[in-house]
């Protein structure tokens, strides 16, 4: 959804120490068209190039489904976080909706999600040139991100022989999980301003695409281990979302761990965000570093 704290880096990072060095970003990369439109990534790597194929993250920003772009501050915190750490970060564009010259709406669901799955596949289909094992593969967003690599973690599209597009692990940053005008969306349906968001992105009423593109509603036994911030005062994404998101899946009996804070909004800074990084990385060395956790 909207990020009030995006617009500047060190905002979100406060006193934090400097970027990292010891890394080395190729911009611009073409992961994928969508039509006439080619698909952007930045993908971050160590400085210095591993013997073994590396873990990848990939990072999907926020804003609303309708703003932002993969070099966030969030997104970029995170990459700099993490890659210095044993990781290769992709940081991906994707299709916003938006209004053509005529007024009408463009790039509603399921264009985001189609992009991020064609970004997983691109990524694991160039798994020896990115120097990255493609079965340790995590993905992190905030807001509309989070909501993205939810879905990530609790679909996967491919039919059978297909390279899969489901992740290992998803840290889903103040991601919304139920997009339906009832239950835990009542929240969200009752603030004018998310309302039409969600609506531009999934269609007004009860649609199928609400339903589709709810990750609390595709829980099932392949449903991945799912880590998930929350400020309890967010006024755009209610706490309630993340709380039944959490609820639902613990009881799947899926790895689920929810970290609110209870001063926080939508948007965290300062001593919280760099908590949020540190978690961010010690939930992926858990999931994505099996070997390194048990030493």
Known sequence: MIRPFSALLLVLIGCSAPFAADLKVDRDVVYGKAGDVELMADIYTPAETSAEPLPVVLLVHGGGWRGGNRQAGAEVALAHHLVPHGYVAVSI??????????????????????????????IRENAEKLNIDPSRMGAAGD???????????????AASGETSTRVQAVVNIYGPADLRDKATADAISGNPAVKQMVDEFVGEGPTQAKIDASPLLHIDDQTVPILTFQGAKDALVPYQQSVAFDAALRKAGRDSKLVMYENEGHGFSGPTFRKMLLETRNFFDKHLKPEDANN
């Open 143 to 157: 807001s509309a991100g989070g909501h993205l690599v939810s879905l990530l973690g609790t679909t996967d599209v």
């Open 93 to 122: 564009s994707y299709r916003l909706v938006g209004r053509d010259a005529e007024g009408k709406l463009v790039n509603q669901w399921p264009a985001a999600i189609d992009d991020c799955r064609q970004a997983v596949r691109w």
